[in-house]
């Protein structure tokens, strides 16, 4: 699941909904039975069968090739409370799962991912298993019902849940009542599911993602959108009040601007805004009645970064605006969930980044990924570049399954349509092979480096594209391999789109600890964030394993300082949502040969140009549009100073990241800049 974002306290919304769930309890011995969804197709299912006051549960889903495979037996006392819960299996990308939970008495004990841990419960409180199902959150209701809307949480912080609405859907013994409700304290945002009559649990939703009970299947599009409905107003409050329109100008006072054609900081200096675009940039201490002025300390002024590794949703939004992102590249998406959240955010709905979109296409397989558009022969791979250009995007992404002899086609038509091509490596072929067809773009280092290693018949559709990266330890670079395709990313002009961090995370986290891309920000997260932090992506049992992994990052490490070298126009992003792991990206390019303002420059003037949107933006110039991040730090002389931010401008709107850290429950990591002068109004 993904991070989330805290709604309003439970006290004043208890209904007689809820208060009927408290007299009713779930029969015994029932065996449950869901569908899970994603873009309106089947990719797995869940059963919970209970027997007396236990339940087995088994929960496996694969959707492009990977996916979660777990097993749970749960006791509960009288008050819905687990007294013993047992989780073992393996996550979506292959780390091993073995959890346990026991209470004897008031004595609380567990083991997960992130170690030992017990205490002496004061009262009552409700153990959250990391790596549980989303069957446990039905669990979690029937328990916070009985207790009156919220407990005590362990290993820490609190759960409240709250009815937020009803509807009855159709299934196949006619209509079933429904109460929708929402969980939070478990992540960043909550957790939004769908109980029966019997407290039992009928759906677990988010606006792309679906665990429906057996027989309700045709309800999913409709619980989706719903949910999405939820969100939106629950975002549109933190737009209302975080979102700061200035009475007048707005001057941004005492900051030093990075020039990203001269490497280099300005003096001091001050900046004028004037709706939505830059009008001058004047002495330090200049000032005009009217203006609302925000005083820079000193500190630097950014032109807005670009995320160019997105797979944007509505939670996400938020939280890449306040990392100063002011532009993402979605690289695919269910593209009518995307069509919602695009228009809300360029409507002043929603609180969110520009969206600069890509045309997302698979080829049908057993592990294809469940995208919107999904094609089986070379005509319809061709009708949907042009459905693509239809629709405006920038550019089409080839995905893992799409037959190899498909490609030139595609490429041939999208060039031919004004589209660059960017993507995977489809099964079965090379890099080479895509470079020398037309690709424009490699996403992935791990894509980008594969066929280097590949055996005969190895499947690149499954997650066989991420564990062979331990056949990189030690890998020679002046291999013929090698040396022809990093030539050939020279010769063809090609660039690529490494998503570094994800690449690290994978390789270098380990159970137990913050993995290196989370370090500097991990303590600032709310504990449920902290210990899943701590949880790896992949199963790394061995001594030999841990080794060649990590050498692997290494050989990545490698590969992009050649690339770097040579001229390779190498991305930014993440794939991993943005937001604060964005900032461990830019770090991480520092590693390839980058300098601190070469960084900040690939960040903002070079990711501008490469969208073809460098004459508005990827500067603070006059006549540019006011997309503008301020940092109290100097990241030309440490590039860590991205990580603080004091203030964000977007399109003329001013948002101060403290301000939403601490809605969301986030300790800051900065203070708010004094304003002076006419102030702001709300955004409308």
């Known amino acids: ?386 459905d693509a250009a239809k629709r405006g995007v920038f550019q089409i992404k080839i995905y893992t399954s799409v037959n190899p002899a498909w490609v030139p086609a595609m490429i041939r038509e999208a060039h031919k349509l004004g589209l660059r091509v960017a993507g995977h490596i489809p099964a079965f072929t090379t890099t080479d092979a895509m470079l020398q067809a037309g690709y424009d773009e490699i996403t992935h280092a791990n894509q980008l480096m594969l066929n280097w290693v590949l055996k005969p018949g190895d499947d690149t559709r499954t997650l066989l594209r991420v564990t062979a990266l331990k056949r990189f330890e030690g890998y020679d670079l002046d291999s013929p391999q090698a040396v022809k395709t990093i030539g050939l990313m020279k010769s063809t002009g090609a660039a690529h789109d490494p998503t570094l961090v994800i690449t690290e995370l994978l390789t270098t986290g380990r159970k137990g600890s913050f993995p290196p891309g989370a370090a500097d920000w991990a303590a600032h997260m709310p504990v449920g964030i902290q210990r899943d932090l701590k949880q790896p992506l992949l199963d790394i049992q061995t001594a030999e394993d841990d080794a060649a992994y990590r050498g692997a990052f290494d050989t990545a490490l490698q590969v992009m300082r050649r690339l770097n070298s040579q001229g390779t126009m190498i991305l930014p992003g993440t794939d991993l949502g943005g937001s604060f792991w964005y900032h461990r990206e830019l770090e991480l390019y520092t590693q390839v040969g980058m300098s601190n303002a070469q960084v900040l420059r690939r960040a903002t003037y070079d990711t501008a140009h490469y969208l073809r949107r460098g004459e508005r933006f990827g500067s603070v110039k006059p006549g540019l549009v006011a997309d503008l991040v301020l940092m109290p730090g100097d990241p030309v002389a440490d590039i860590k100073a991205v990580k603080n931010i004091s203030m964000v401008v977007k399109d003329g709107t001013v948002y101060f990241p403290t301000e939403a850290y601490q809605a969301m429950g986030i300790k800051p990591f900065t203070t708010v800049p004094q304003v002076t002068g006419a102030g702001f109004h709300a955004a409308k």
């Open 1 to 386: 699941m993904k991070t989330k974002t805290a709604p309003a306290s439970v006290s004043t919304l208890l209904s007689a909904g809820l208060v009927a769930l408290l007299v009713s309890a779930p029969a015994l011995g029932a065996v449950e039975r869901y569908t899970i969804m994603a873009s309106g197709r089947p990719i797995g299912t869940l059963v919970a069968d209970g027997t007396g006051n236990g339940t087995r549960i088994s929960y496996d889903y694969k959707n492009n090739g990977r996916g979660p495979t777990i097993a749970e037996t749960v006791q509960v006392d009288s008050a819905g409370l687990p007294t013993s819960w047992t989780v073992t299996g393996s996550t979506t990308f292959g780390s091993k799962v073995d959890e346990t939970f026991r209470l004897d008495g008031a004595q609380a004990s567990w083991r997960d991912a992130t170690g030992p841990g017990s205490t002496t419960a004061k009262g009552p409180a409700l153990y959250v298993a990391q790596s549980a199902s989303p069957w446990a959150l039905g669990l979690y209701a029937r328990a916070l019902a009985k207790a009156g809307g919220s407990l005590p949480a362990l290993p820490g912080g609190a759960l409240k849940l709250e009815q937020i609405g009803s509807l009855e859907l159709k299934g196949p013994a006619g209509a079933l009542p429904v109460t929708a409700h929402a969980i939070t304290g478990i992540g960043l945002e909550p957790d939004t599911l769908f109980l029966d009559p019997a407290q039992r649990l009928v759906a677990y939703a988010t606006p792309e993602f679906i665990i429906v009970r057996e027989g309700f299947e045709s309800e999913e599009a409709r619980l989706r959108g719903q949910v999405a409905e939820w969100d939106t107003k629950r975002l549109t409050g933190y737009q209302a009040t975080l979102a700061h329109r200035p009475a007048g100008d707005l001057r941004i006072a005492s900051v030093r601007i990075f020039d990203p054609e001269r490497l280099a900081l300005s003096p001091p200096v001050s900046v004028l805004v004037r709706g939505n675009r830059i009008v001058s940039v004047d002495a330090p201490d200049a000032r005009a009645d009217g203006e609302t002025v925000v005083d820079g300390g000193g500190g630097t002024l950014t032109a807005g970064f670009h995320e160019m590794h997105a797979h944007l949703g509505q939670s996400d939004a938020l939280l890449n605006l306040m990392a100063g992102i002011t532009t993402v590249r979605d690289m695919g998406n269910d593209d009518p969930v995307l069509d919602k959240l695009v228009a809300r955010i360029e409507g002043g709905e929603l609180a969110g980044p520009r969206v600069v979109r890509s045309g997302f296409i698979e080829g049908k397989s057993e592990t294809n990924a469940q995208a919107t558009v999904v094609v089986d022969n070379e005509a319809d791979a061709v009708k949907a570049v042009q």
